[in-house]
């Protein structure tokens, strides 16, 4: 029998907290475009963040459906793992978040679809199809790459690249002056932060035979290589500002991304699944490191 919910289960659902993953990207493509030579129009800014709203939701609904067994073999949840438990506690039944899920990717098929008739945006569809079919590659079958592995792959495209190049697309009204290089920092940030929001889900995803990159390579391993990926996307800064960014510049922004994640570094040891603040608190300065990278070329290509 399905349940009524109230506005408490849905917004438990939702997880309010992972909108700044998508938010962030979308900025910086938008600024991306503003430092090529676009004109900032709010309403088109609006619009790339109403998108990345329902991109959020649709993740996140459809996530908490596809998890569903694998989360009630979850016993020890964080904010950053578990997922929303909504299921688990029987707040809401998976019908109804399937349904949700499914309206949110037709209102972002709705949205892009508009942007292409009505306001020139012929392109932005695909990304709307691109960020819906890279969930579902993550998600569910036939792929279902975060279960058989190389899930990161599908977010770090998806988060790194689809958002901010729609954000930029949307505002620029063209993709000419995004070259494929300004994305791989972002790439490697989004990898490397589903590593992390990984890592406190270890044990449990490798008795839901889950195959996230923690348990193919073990927690020690994912730490490393989730701050070795965090630390090769802030030395890219250059292929983000372009290439006549000086040398006093680009240490002005990298430096507090690199203090951040030095924090993060300090917090390696204590980072294991086994011990779950310090597992958390090793994702949230890596995870924190990743934004302050990005805010921080936001604020240079502003100046």
Aim: charged letters at 15%; proline letters at 6%; glycine letters at 8%.
């Amino acid at each position: 029998m399905t349940q009524r919910a109230g506005a408490g289960a849905w917004w438990q659902a939702a997880r309010p907290l992972a909108q700044a993953n998508l938010a962030i990207p979308l900025v910086l493509g938008q600024v991306l475009a503003i430092a090529h030579g676009a004109d900032f129009e709010l309403w088109r800014c609006a619009i790339v963040h109403g998108f990345g709203i329902l991109d959020h939701l649709f993740i996140v609904f459809a996530n908490d459906v596809a998890d569903e067994d694998a989360d009630r073999l979850h016993t020890a949840p964080t904010p950053l793992s578990g997922g929303s438990r909504v299921l688990v506690q029987g707040r809401l039944a998976a019908p109804q978040l399937r349904a949700a899920a499914t309206a949110m990717a037709i209102a972002m098929l709705g949205l892009t679809g508009w942007l292409g008739v009505a306001d020139a945006r012929p392109l932005a569809p695909w990304a709307a199809a691109a960020a819906i079919g890279l969930l579902l590659a993550y998600s569910f079958a036939p792929l279902r790459l975060s279960y058989r592995g190389f899930g990161e792959l599908a977010q770090g495209l998806g988060v790194g690249a689809v958002l901010p190049a729609f954000a930029y697309y949307v505002q620029a009204g063209t993709l000419a002056g995004l070259q494929p290089a300004m994305l791989l920092p972002t790439v490697l940030l989004a990898t490397a932060g589903n590593i992390v929001t990984a890592l406190p889900d270890e044990p449990f995803d490798r008795a839901a035979d889950k195959r996230a990159w923690p348990v193919r390579v073990g927690p020690v391993v994912a730490r490393r290589h989730a701050l070795l990926l965090t630390a090769l996307g802030i030395f890219a800064t250059p292929l983000v500002l372009g290439p006549e960014a000086t040398t006093e510049t680009l240490l002005d922004h990298e430096l507090p991304a690199l203090a951040v994640l030095a924090i993060a570094a300090t917090l390696w040891r204590s980072g294991d699944p086994s011990d779950r603040r310090g597992c958390v608190r090793f994702a949230i300065a890596t995870a924190a490191a990743a934004n302050v990278a990005m805010i921080s070329w936001c604020v240079a290509l502003l100046r």
